[in-house]
DNA sequence: TATGAATGAGTATTCATTCAT
DNA sequence: GATGAATGAATACTCATTCAT
């Protein structure tokens, strides 16, 4: 299996750095081969084309970002608990990789249609997890009952995205994770009973 | 004054067009020009160069999209109808307009880093409007005190965004401005005291 | 039309140079450009891609082969003229430009499969020439009534074309012309009632 | 001796096999290796470089098609018989070898020039025969005397691969040795007293 | 103003060959 | 002898922009 051989994880290191630092038209094989520790050609045995390293970079960090996201939810009791920690997780893990924040809130954002939508397709866990959260926040009778789930999903997404770009466009100059509260207590008021 | 000749509306409505049909990356300045039916050349006496009729494009359409929403907004009476009509007139105006909201909402995300800094620059007259309501609501006491405004800026425009993004990307298959009435109450009840 | 602007034929002149000096594989496009004395670029104004600079090249210089040969074989009385005309003006015209003798013969058979279908097309009007002078030489009872066509026309086009590559191969170091008359004698005999 | 030993063989018969049903330049080393059951770097074992497996691939094969041409036309009591032995023989063995046959008329003459004066050298021993057979020809007074040696071979060699090409690019549709006799009518006639 | 022919910089990918094991 | 992972050189083509007419 190419995914668990050394290679394979420096490329996708070396392709965030350089994404970061270069943008991502900036960001030519070459650069990312040598960054990486290896010959162009050697990219080629891993992935099968530019797209494809994209695509993994981000299938392989937004797997684990989901993971992590899943894994704080599930412990905590109840629907509240679960989704401030939620928002939290989402922005203490975007705070403690810079570089890697910056790829998926701006850099992967020019990227072509084609490629927007194998992104849109590893969201989707993630969605579900939000899913999750709010039906449960409707069985604990702290959510209204008629919300429209994608609208709610919707609204979620939305503002954490949008927050968190706008973080890194200020050049992550203040303190992300500080603002889950607040965030959280917009958003639960939003859908309260 | 160059905007008000007819060539450069031409211009800028022939790239709305193109852009749509085409995706922004196969948008040749060629391709534009052909639509506008003048000369390549041509282009040049009017914008500084491509990036220049992106930004104008934006700048164009979305001052209007905003001065109709500053007009709808203005003749209402509280801060909650305010709120309301600016999520209408924000979803009807881009279900009435199918190519700008493709473009807005999806091909022009893939431009640059820097290309995006000069669209954000537009976007702080729409934002304004924003502030300005949920500070009426503030004072009216309709929405809390200790509210942080660019939070709440960006849990509205983070949820619009992303409601009319979705539905662009389901090939705007369903009516979007039945949604705004859930979506101001998802967000009024968010801000509520 | 394209074709007759100056710069097409600059371009296929310098192709046949290019290909003749250099071979066929380190024959670039940017060779090729800067020989003609033009930009890069140019050559695709002109060209739809490098095997249309090859086709073309050799759709142009082929037929003016061709309309030379079926120009000065008209106008000989009978079959054994025209055939000695056919191969002395067919062995002339190598013999007065050297490097399209380098590049007919030996460079442009490297082209692959598709490209070399291309060239047999153009070969077609050539051996519908030889074709027609055989015709002839059956009805003026010179040639053999039995003869099968296709077996003849591989026949002459294959000596032909046999002892000029080897003439080029041999680096053009003896008279290609001055062996037409015995050529012809062979052929003529090998035809003969 | 490498060449006695299997593998040499076994990747002989691999390349004719690849290059016959891929293409001259969709042969790669690892397509060849593949085929014959070895790793790439093996192939470097036994052959020195890509050319070598090539120009190996048409001594061997070659080899064999002269030395079957040199046997059964020795058996033969003429210069007539002889000379209609050889174009059988030749015709019937490329026949007989049909990924032989695309190889050697199509394939192989797509590799550049160095390559085919290597090609060429194994040619000798077939053109050393055909001057042989003519010689006994011109002594048995079926010949006329004043023949060009070269010429002749031309004349010959060139009729029989134009016919065989011929014969590979319509799909060795029909048969080519039912032609045997009447191209050797045509020689023969072609060079009598 | 308007034209459109000409420019030329910039880059992903393949594949013959090597060499450490 | 045999392997196959790693190497890295080499090149056609696009398209934003210019400028002579």
């Given at each position: 299996?190419?995914?668990n ?35 162009d050609g050697t ?27 899943e ?40 990227s072509?249609?084609e ?9 989707k ?9 709010v ?20 609204m ?8 968190v ?29």
């Amino acid at each position: 299996m190419k995914k668990n051989k050394p290679k394979y994880k420096q490329i996708i290191d070396a392709a965030v750095e350089v994404i970061a630092e270069n943008g991502y038209h900036s960001s030519q094989v070459s650069k990312i081969a040598k960054k990486a520790g290896v010959a162009d050609g050697t990219i080629y045995l891993y992935f099968k084309n530019k797209e494809d390293i994209l695509v993994s970079l981000f299938q392989n960090k937004m797997g684990q970002f989901i993971e992590k996201i899943e894994q704080e939810t599930t412990s905590r009791q109840n629907a509240e608990e679960k989704l401030l920690t939620l928002i939290e997780t989402h922005f203490e893990q975007l705070s403690l990789d810079h570089h890697l924040a910056i790829v998926t809130q701006l850099e992967l954002r020019q990227s072509n249609k084609e490629l927007r939508l194998k992104i849109n397709d590893v969201l989707k866990r993630y969605l579900a997890v939000i899913d999750q959260i709010v039906a449960e926040g409707v069985e604990e009778n702290l959510f209204r009952k008629q919300l429209d789930a994608r609208l709610v999903r919707q609204m979620i997404f939305g503002t954490l995205d949008e927050t968190v770009t706008n973080w890194v466009m200020k050049d992550q100059r203040y303190n992300l994770t500080s603002q889950a509260k607040e965030v959280h207590s917009m958003i639960v008021h939003g859908l309260s009973t």
